[in-house]
């Protein structure tokens, strides 16, 4: 799916090239060597976004050029994103696309799997809005568009909010957007959870062995008429000096066998979870897309126990092709199914193959 990448000034790498078995590859190493930012350069090449940074200037090498490049060849196209000034132009095989959706419309699909998902059961609500924002961006471009509008829209309100004179009427022009907006987010909020909670519960009975009920809710914080809740909440706003009505404080409840996830699940069961939804992610990206969403699998294995280590490969899909990072293999011969992955070692702003 993605058999060779280039990287060019991105984070610790001056320049490096790789290539992936059909399978994926497995990237040993130390910590801190670079291992977790080429599964995030991917993710900028698929998805032009970045799990680890709000700012495409913050992904350029400190001492480098000030700018970086990316270029691979997903689902056989060859794909190229270059930094320029604050945002990126992108290509595909060779041809400029001149906006994000014209280079996201024929693309693939991505799952990131990491340590840090455990903040999305015991975390606070902003981690697993951006968990559902993910996912709505790559299966709708109409939550795209709203989400993008919804968030400048928000930026700039808030910002009339903080000015000491009143700005009323142009606060008022950017509810109008909000309410548009917010209110598509909203739908297909509740759309995909619908879609995910059977998915995300399935995943964890079976993970789990035990089975455990797990249940996704999605809670709108506006209730069902985002306008109605914009307008009471006009007073609340003037005085804290900021919006506080709207999508952007949604949260998503989850609960383990009919209590709170955070409050009572123990830490292995938190671990089910967390796996069980970035599961239900692939299984519902898989069903929309052309091909099997790109598995991104940053430094897990180590930390899980065989029979998770098992249940999660038995439940990834053979055809979807895993790239994965981890400081030591200890654990591979007990985890059947990645025998076939390209194995390589990175260090010290390199990457070189590594023998079995």
């Given amino acids: 799916m993605l058999r060779s990448l280039r990287l060019f000034d991105f984070r610790?790498?001056?320049?490096?090239d790789l290539e992936a078995s059909p399978q994926g590859v497995i990237l040993t190493g130390a910590n801190?060597?670079?291992?977790?930012?080429?599964?995030?350069?991917?993710?900028?090449?698929?998805?032009?976004?970045s799990p680890r940074s709000s700012r495409m200037s913050n992904?350029?090498?400190?001492?480098?050029?000030?700018?970086?490049?990316?270029?691979?060849?997903?689902?056989?196209?060859?794909?190229?994103?270059?930094?320029?000034?604050?945002?990126?132009?992108?290509?595909?095989?060779?041809?400029?696309?001149?906006?994000?959706?014209?280079?996201?419309?024929?693309?693939?699909?991505v799952v990131w799997i990491g340590n840090e998902d455990l903040t999305l059961v015991r975390g606070p609500?902003?981690?697993?809005?951006?968990?559902?924002?993910?996912?709505?961006?790559?299966?709708?471009?109409?939550?795209?568009?709203?989400?993008?509008?919804?968030?400048?829209?928000?930026?700039?309100?808030?910002?009339?909010?903080?000015?000491?004179?009143?700005?009323?009427?142009?606060?008022?022009?950017?509810?109008?957007?909000?309410?548009?907006?917010?209110?598509?987010?909203?739908?297909?909020?509740?759309r995909l959870i619908d879609q995910l909670a059977p998915l995300a519960a399935a995943s964890q009975s079976t993970i789990a062995g035990t089975g455990e009920s797990l249940k996704m809710r999605y809670q709108p914080a506006a209730g069902?008429?985002?306008r109605t809740a914009i307008e009471e909440a006009r007073d609340r706003e003037a005085r804290l000096r900021q919006a506080v009505a709207g999508p952007h404080r949604d949260e998503i409840t989850l609960e383990l066998n009919g209590m709170s996830a955070a409050d009572h699940a123990s830490e292995g069961q938190q671990?089910?979870?967390?796996?069980?939804?970035?599961?239900?992610?692939?299984?519902?990206?898989?069903?929309?897309?052309?091909h099997p969403p790109l598995y991104?699998?940053?430094?897990i294995f180590g930390e899980l126990d065989p029979q998770r280590r098992n249940a999660l490969m038995h439940h990834l899909p053979g055809t979807a092709q895993k790239w994965i990072t981890t400081t030591h293999l200890g654990w591979l011969a007990e985890t059947p199914g990645l025998n076939d992955l390209a194995r390589l070692h990175v260090s010290h702003g390199g990457c070189a193959a590594e023998s079995s």
């Avoid at 000030?66 to 595909?92: H, L, M, N």
């Avoid at 697993?128 to 919804?150: E, L």
């Avoid at 930026?155 to 909000?178: M, Q």
């Avoid at 991104?296 to 430094?299: F, M």
Wanted: proline content about 2%; hydrophobic content about 35%; aromatic content about 6%.
């Fill in 12 to 16: 610790c790498f001056a320049q490096i």
């Fill in 32 to 49: 801190a060597q670079g291992k977790t930012s080429i599964l995030e350069s991917i993710c900028v090449l698929v998805r032009l976004q």
């Fill in 59 to 109: 992904l350029a090498r400190i001492g480098g050029s000030g700018k970086f490049g990316i270029t691979g060849d997903p689902w056989g196209s060859e794909r190229q994103v270059r930094s320029a000034g604050a945002g990126c132009r992108q290509y595909v095989d060779g041809d400029e696309r001149p906006n994000r959706s014209d280079y996201l419309a024929d693309g693939g699909l």
């Fill in 125 to 190: 609500a902003e981690e697993r809005r951006r968990y559902i924002d993910f996912i709505g961006a790559q299966a709708d471009p109409t939550y795209r568009r709203s989400w993008s509008r919804y968030r400048r829209a928000l930026r700039a309100k808030n910002l009339l909010l903080k000015e000491d004179r009143p700005r009323d009427a142009e606060i008022r022009s950017y509810d109008e957007l909000l309410v548009e907006h917010g209110t598509v987010m909203m739908a297909c909020r509740a």
């Fill in 224 to 226: 069902d008429d985002l």
């Fill in 271 to 290: 671990r089910t979870i967390a796996l069980a939804l970035k599961l239900a992610q692939g299984s519902l990206l898989e069903s929309i897309g052309r």
């Fill in 296 to 299: 991104l699998i940053d430094d």
